[in-house]
């Protein structure tokens, strides 16, 4: 009885110092909120210098063309992407690697966009997983379906075996796979130039400026 009473007690010693271990301590927390207030101190800090709003939102920007990235920008990045009732304004993020040469906010008129578009190519994955098990039940199943077709192991695999372990069942996951690219084309200064961003500030744009879409502004 008393051996199993000091295993009972060993168990639990054991299971309280993994908890423990597991568990941040108290001066590891607080330094991780120390160093999150300052985060935010020094985020809030850039937002004010370049006057971004709270309402502004994130886009990725692949920059400019070659005349426009000469005088205004460098590189590519994150920015804030904000409007008013007749510009739109951009900033580069906090942190962002993109650096905007003219010190300050961009801000471009909606009268100076003659079109924006989305180009390049989207599509669907079926990524396949699972599979395999212990015993030599079961063979592991990874790779994707791409249109249709079954491209990595699982096209060298699905068919050859017809008994799969049930602990790891074979599983799909679909994802959208978007490559495309929004691209603003607008008269900045005396010239006209071409912004690029990520695919996902194109549906904004639509619903802040629908009557500059290419389709429409081309009529």
Same mark, same amino acid.
């Given at each position: 009885m008393s051996y199993f009473i000091s295993l009972a007690v060993v168990v639990i010693v054991i299971t309280i110092l993994c908890f423990k271990s597991l568990k941040p301590s108290d001066? *590891?927390? =607080?330094?991780?909120? +120390? *160093?999150? =207030?300052?985060?935010? +101190?020094?985020?809030?800090?850039?937002k004010s210098r370049f006057g971004v709003p709270n309402s502004a939102q994130k886009v990725k920007c692949y920059s400019g063309d070659r005349s426009f990235s000469e005088k205004y920008?460098?590189?590519?990045?994150?920015?804030y992407f904000w409007t008013d009732n007749a510009n739109l304004f951009f900033a580069p993020a906090f942190n962002s690697s993109i650096t905007f040469k003219c010190g300050g906010a961009i801000k471009i008129p909606f009268i100076n966009i003659k079109s924006f578009s989305r180009q390049g190519d989207s599509y669907n994955e079926v990524h396949i997983t699972g599979g395999g098990g212990g015993g030599g039940a079961g063979s592991s199943i990874k790779g994707a379906i791409v249109g249709g077709i079954i491209a990595g192991e699982a096209g060298a695999i699905i068919g050859s075996r017809k008994k799969i372990n049930p602990i790891n069942p074979?599983?799909?996951?679909?994802?959208?796979?978007?490559?495309?690219?929004?691209?603003?084309?607008?008269?900045?200064?005396?010239?006209?130039?071409?912004?690029?961003?990520?695919?996902?500030?194109?549906?904004?744009?639509l619903k802040i400026i629908p009557n500059k879409e290419i389709t429409f502004a081309s009529k």
């Open positions: 001066k *590891e927390q =607080k330094e991780y909120e +120390v *160093e999150r =207030k300052k985060r935010n +101190v020094a985020e809030q800090a850039h920008l460098s590189g590519s990045g994150d920015v074979i599983k799909t996951e679909n994802r959208f796979i978007d490559k495309r690219q929004t691209i603003i084309e607008m008269s900045y200064g005396r010239n006209d130039s071409y912004l690029f961003f990520d695919s996902d500030i194109y549906d904004k744009l």
